[in-house]
């Protein structure tokens, strides 16, 4: 009997020590997350931008070369991208009306030797009375029409540079780089100027195209001086000479024309990078790290009343130190959340 009051009462010690602790355990408080802000400012509204651009020329700054006879392609002597001087030989065509060249040169040649004599006859004879004065004119005015057919002749055939009468050279008028061939060994070619077979671009004329888009055309103005940076990264400078007003309905971006301080390691079409270094006024910098970059978007967090708020903004560009951004959408009195890409992850 006494072994049953001790189990009980042992059991009854438990059963209050449980309802102890039950009473007594509080429930945990949640983990308060804290995050780090920042204001926005004005320190760093200098806004660094690169915009892609290619070399180009202007309207004169191509020299069309079409060939002055008809022939056949014999050799060519540059390829494009090469430097030429003023004289240097392009190419050879294997002439086809040359030997009518010829003939015709010793066909006015003999007539004008014809035509002198006959005009020294007439003079003797006209002093004699045996003719009249106009036959003597008339004599006297067919040989200067035969000179300057003559004359004509050899101009044409030394404008050709003909070679024992069977070769044309062609050769570069200007100082400058081959920006294309349109013919090959072997092809026929005809004296047609609207069909021209090389071209060569003046370096004098080199100008940097850039296409960019009209909301970043404010970071262009006349007389601008810009960094035109080359594929193998070295840097030249270079200024705004026009920027056109014409907006380009496909793509939605207009043309900035750049002349470069010097076109020596410029070639035609090569691709170059615009680095434009601009001061805006009334915009807002905040780092680089509150940003988000999601669906083409770009977007920051808010602490707002300790809630996180996500808003979209729009970024300008990067400041000159590379670790801020330009950017409008947010007020001054805004706490931007840092590290933002960890919010995402959360």
Request: proline share 4%; charged share 25%; net charge neutral.
């Amino acid at each position: 009997m006494r072994k049953i009051v001790l189990l009980q009462t042992a059991l009854a010690f438990l059963i209050f020590s449980c309802n102890e602790n039950k009473e007594t355990a509080k429930p945990s408080e949640p983990n308060t997350v804290t995050y780090q802000t920042v204001s926005p400012s004005t320190q760093y509204s200098k806004v660094l931008k690169i915009f892609p651009a290619n070399v180009s020329f202007t309207p004169d700054g191509v020299v069309n070369l079409s060939p002055p006879i008809n022939g056949q392609i014999d050799a060519i002597y540059v390829k494009v991208g090469d430097n030429v001087r003023k004289g240097t030989t392009l190419l050879k065509i294997k002439a086809l009306d040359i030997p009518d060249i010829q003939s015709n040169y010793l066909s006015v040649k003999a007539q004008l030797q014809e035509a002198k004599r006959i005009y020294e006859l007439n003079k003797s004879l006209y002093e004699v009375g045996a003719i009249s004065k106009n036959d003597l004119i008339a004599s006297e005015m067919n040989v200067k029409q035969l000179e300057y057919t003559l004359k004509g002749i050899e101009e044409k055939q030394r404008l050709l540079n003909v070679k024992n009468f069977s070769d044309f050279y062609l050769k570069s008028p200007i100082d400058g780089v081959i920006y294309e061939i349109d013919t090959s060994i072997g092809s026929r070619v005809q004296a047609d100027s609207s069909q021209p077979i090389i071209k060569i671009a003046d370096k004098r004329k080199f100008i940097v195209v850039a296409n960019v888009y009209e909301k970043d055309s404010k970071f262009f103005s006349n007389n601008d001086t810009v960094d035109i940076i080359l594929d193998d990264k070295t840097t030249i400078t270079g200024k705004v000479f026009y920027i056109s007003d014409v907006l380009d309905p496909d793509t939605k971006t207009v043309k900035i024309y750049i002349k470069p301080s010097t076109t020596e390691n410029l070639k035609a079409n090569m691709f170059v990078s615009i680095k434009v270094s601009k001061l805006f006024n009334g915009y807002l910098s905040i780092p680089k790290n509150a940003i988000i970059f999601k669906d083409n978007k770009f977007f920051v967090y808010l602490l707002k009343d300790n809630k996180l708020v996500k808003k979209e903004i729009d970024v300008i560009g990067d400041s000159e130190d590379n670790n801020y951004a330009i950017v409008n959408g947010i007020s001054k009195d805004d706490k931007v959340v840092l590290n933002a890409i960890n919010i995402e992850g959360e």
